[in-house]
């Protein structure tokens, strides 16, 4: 059985007769070229000072009190480690994530307007964005904060103050890599430095500048080359907050880490894993309301809805989901496009009289970039006993 024709297929908003109704005509704003654009993040100042501390106190203070060989090690470990992380990080921060549409419109001078979510629950419809006003692949995302469609989209960066996506994901991994491998180099060396000023004070004290100074409570900082005077005290007031903000980071660094080695093994991206994780996360919801739960032909347990029958036959090609539910079979037609779904109103209060049918959809199971869901992707709702999907016309289909 055919649901409906093809000359109901078409791209266009699911609600609304033009893209004027995706956005409010008084909001625009431009879009962000990369992570330099105005205004930064706090997270990004945050990020270039910590560095910035963390080489002059590595390399200015405690490395150069290091004995031989071992400052030449520390020099070489951490400077590569620093360099490596600093050439990484402006290129994730300067590269242009867009997708190649975007890029070669080369618009980011004028005005783009801004998405209204309350008129429409996505910007891209049947792969097209109705606001750069491009063609997309699947795995393109329309991110609200840089307000542009990101190629292979992966998250938003606040650290970087840029989207991560296919032209600059290498870098951001490279990027948090390096920081994680020179921030602990730097940790162990101050360390070092800190037990080693009680066990053996005198095998830090090796360089010769140290020659001329008579007191054994001076210290001298920023060798070899602008050689100052410190006192014990402030050395190791220095090393204590130095230790505390290294294990903070690191922590931090090495919890980013693990988590995208972890995306990499299971080929995902951050935007699949936040996707499949509140779809989890609905699964158990509707299993703690009494929905019984549905496995498919492997076994593996999938989304919980009440049991279905085998679908109408429709036509496959139709990517957004809708539903067609009849009370009296319980036959449920499934994954006709979403952009009939304003025509399907008049028709549905019709079926209601005469067949029994109820239309409803599933709530779309994607996210802008840089806002936050947390609505029951599936679309059900207890009501008239909590037995199917809530009644009414329909809704677009995937958020993108």
């Known amino acids: 059985m055919s649901c409906f024709g093809r000359g109901l297929r078409r791209t266009a908003p699911a609600r609304g007769s033009s893209r004027n109704e995706l956005v409010t005509p008084s909001t625009a704003s431009l879009s962000r070229v990369n992570g330099w654009a105005c205004p930064p993040h706090s997270f990004q100042l945050v990020g270039w000072t910590i560095y910035s501390y963390m080489a002059v106190v590595g390399f200015g203070i405690y490395i150069p009190l290091l004995p031989s060989p071992w400052s030449h090690m520390a020099y070489s470990l951490t400077g590569i480690a620093f360099i490596v992380h600093l050439v990484s990080h402006l290129a994730a921060v300067s590269i242009d994530p867009a997708e ?18 309350k008129k429409q629950p996505h910007v891209i419809h049947n792969l097209h964005c109705y606001l750069c006003k491009i063609n997309v692949d699947p795995k393109v995302k329309h991110c609200g904060v840089c307000n542009k469609c990101i190629e292979d989209f992966d998250h938003h960066c606040k650290w970087l103050n840029n989207c991560v996506g296919g032209q600059n994901y290498w870098y951001f991994f490279v990027t948090v890599l390096s920081a994680t491998l020179g921030v602990l180099v730097l940790l162990m060396v101050v360390l070092f430095i800190f037990i080693q000023h009680y066990m053996d004070p005198a095998s830090l004290r090796t360089a010769p500048q140290f020659t001329s100074v008579m007191s054994n409570g ?13 006192g014990s005290g402030s050395l190791l007031v220095v090393a204590f907050l130095t230790v505390m ?11 980013l880490l693990g988590f995208h080695i972890y995306l990499l093994f299971n080929k995902m991206s951050t935007y699949d894993y936040i996707i499949t994780r509140r779809r989890k996360q609905a699964s158990q919801q509707d299993i703690e309301m009494g929905f019984p739960q549905s496995s498919d032909s492997n076994g593996n347990a ?5 049991q279905m029958e085998p679908s109408i036959d429709c036509d496959a090609l139709l990517s957004d989901s809708v ?10 037609a499934s994954r006709p ?5 304003t025509e399907l109103d008049n028709f549905t209060k019709s079926s209601e009289k005469e067949n029994g049918f109820y239309y409803g959809t599933e709530l779309p199971t ?30 677009g289909g995937p958020l993108h």
Not at 302 to 306: A, E, K, M, R, Y
Not at 323 to 332: L, P, R, V, Y
């Open 100 to 117: 190649a549409g975007v890029r070669a419109k080369k618009s980011y001078s004028n005005p783009l307007p801004v998405f209204d979510k």
């Open 245 to 255: 903000l290294a294990t903070g980071s690191l922590l931090l660094l090495v919890h």
């Open 337 to 341: 496009s979403g952009s009939f779904c």
């Open 218 to 230: 001076t210290w001298l900082v920023f060798l070899p080359l602008a050689p100052m005077e410190t």
């Open 302 to 306: 999938g989304q919980n809805h009440p």
């Open 366 to 395: 994607q996210i802008i970039p840089g806002e936050v869901v947390m609505d029951d992707p599936l679309g059900w709702r207890l009501g008239g006993g909590g037995e199917g999907p809530r009644a009414g016309p329909c809704e």
């Open 323 to 332: 539903s067609c539910k009849n009370q009296e079979t319980g036959t449920i």
